[in-house]
C-alpha cells in the first residue's frame, strides 16, 4: 500500500521557519510527481508546491520566494521549506503523489497523508 506521512508541522510566530517532510513507501517514488497542498478550516484545499520527477517546481503565488520545495528521491523524500512564515499560512499541510503531470487539482493526485498542522501566530 502507498503511505505519505508528513512531520515538521508545528507553532511558530510570523517571521519564522519551518521544513515540512514526507516520507513515501510503496510506490515507484521517483515517477511520481509530488505536491504539497494546504487546508485551512472553512477553507478549500490549495495546491501550494509542486515538485515533477525531473525536479522542475512550481508554486501558488502567495507562497513564492518563502517556500522551497525538494525531493531526494533515493530515500523517498519530499520537503517544503517555509521561511518569513504570515499567519495567512495557519493550515493543515498534505503531501500528495500524483501519475500525471504535476497541477494544482487535488483531483489529480491518488495517494494523500493524513497532514501536519502548522500555525503562525
Known amino acids: 500500500d502507498v503511505q505519505l506521512v508528513e512531520s515538521g508541522g508545528g507553532s511558530v510566530q510570523a517571521g519564522g521557519s519551518l521544513r515540512l517532510s514526507c516520507a513515501a513507501s510503496?510506490?515507484?517514488?521517483?515517477?511520481?510527481?509530488m505536491g504539497w497542498f494546504r487546508q485551512a478550516p472553512g477553507k478549500e484545499r490549495e495546491g501550494v508546491a509542486y515538485?515533477?520527477?525531473?525536479?522542475?517546481?512550481s508554486y501558488t503565488d502567495s507562497v513564492k520566494g518563502r517556500f522551497t520545495v525538494s525531493r531526494d528521491n533515493t530515500r523517498a523524500l519530499l520537503r517544503l521549506q517555509m521561511n518569513s512564515l504570515k499567519p495567512e499560512d495557519t493550515a493543515m499541510y498534505y503531501c500528495a503523489a500524483g501519475e500525471g503531470e504535476c497541477v494544482p487539482n487535488p483531483e489529480a493526485y491518488s495517494a494523500w497523508g493524513k497532514g501536519t498542522q502548522v500555525t503562525v501566530s
Open positions: 515538485i515533477d520527477r525531473d525536479g522542475a517546481t
Open positions: 510503496g510506490l515507484t517514488y521517483s515517477r511520481y510527481c
